[in-house]
Nanobody
Framework: QVQLVESGGGLVQAGGSLRLSCAASGTIFSINAMGWYRQAPGKQRALVATITTGGNTNYADSVKGRFTISRDNAKNTVYLQMNSLKPEDTAVYYC?????????????????WGQGTQVTVSS
């Protein structure tokens, strides 16, 4: 079983910055992609950014140039540096990690989600 623990959300004024972290733990054999998604009130969960094992990144158009995703493979941790925050960035942010786990009876694919962390940007 793979667990994700997120941290770093909070309240910030427009133009400010926040850094989110998400650490994966458990019976991890290998990790493929790591990413961040967000869900604003009344809206569906949407992609923010993803990063592959090799460091290739993908961003939603709305955050390009403002957000940076990175990962520490040794710590099984993914980060999201958010700069120049806008009120429309307000949402619950979820990390997502997929890969293979080794629970003791063979490798299994996993796709895990964090519990979510609230980011609120005031105008």
């Amino acid at each position: 079983q793979v667990q994700l623990v997120e941290s770093g959300g909070g309240l910030v004024q427009a133009g400010g910055s926040l850094r989110l972290s998400c650490a994966a733990s458990g019976t991890i054999f290998s990790i493929n992609a790591m990413g961040w998604y967000r869900q604003a009130p009344g809206k569906q969960r949407a992609l923010v950014a993803t990063i592959t094992t090799g460091g290739n990144t993908n961003y939603a158009d709305s955050v390009k140039g403002r957000f940076t995703i990175s990962r520490d493979n040794a710590k099984n941790t993914v980060y999201l540096q958010m700069n120049s925050l806008k009120p429309e960035d307000t949402a619950v942010y979820y990390c997502n990690v997929n890969g293979r786990s080794d629970p003791g009876y063979g490798l299994r694919q996993f796709n895990s989600w964090g519990q979510g962390t609230q980011v609120t940007v005031s105008s």
